[in-house]
Nanobody, 118 residues
Framework: QVQLVESGGGLVQPGGSLRLSCAAS????????MGWYRQAPGKQRELVAD???????HYADSVKGRFTISRDNAKNTVYLQMNSLKPEDTAVYYC????????????WGQGTQVTVSS
């Protein structure tokens, strides 16, 4: 099973920035869809952004123009740069790895808390 380790969460003021990182164990990282999800208290988990190797990233409408997802296949790592943070971005952020080849894998990180507050 693939293990994902997230880092970079914390407390930031509105308008500030944070960069999340997610490092994956094992092989075949470049064949995986990497995604960032978030879950706020009392709400369902939602997709924030995802990215495939060599493809265009996708973003939730609520974060377009503020967040940027990127990946470094040589380091088995995906990043989420979050700028112009708003209080409504407060949530636990989870990294997800999903692929079908060479075998199906759907793994989640432990989550990292992001709190946007003055």
């Amino acid at each position: 099973q693939v293990q994902l380790v997230e880092s970079g969460g914390g407390l930031v003021q509105p308008g500030g920035s944070l960069r999340l990182s997610c490092a994956a164990s094992g092989s075949f990282f470049s064949f995986s869809v990497m995604g960032w999800y978030r879950q706020a208290p009392g709400k369902q988990r939602e997709l924030v952004a995802d990215i495939i190797s060599g493809g265009n990233p996708h973003y939730a409408d609520s974060v377009k123009g503020r967040f940027t997802i990127s990946r470094d296949n040589a380091k088995n790592t995906v990043y989420l740069q979050m700028n112009s943070l708003k209080p409504e971005d407060t949530a636990v952020y989870y990294c997800n790895l999903n692929r079908r080849w060479p075998s199906p894998v759907d793994s989640w990180g432990q989550g990292t808390q992001v709190t946007v507050s003055s």
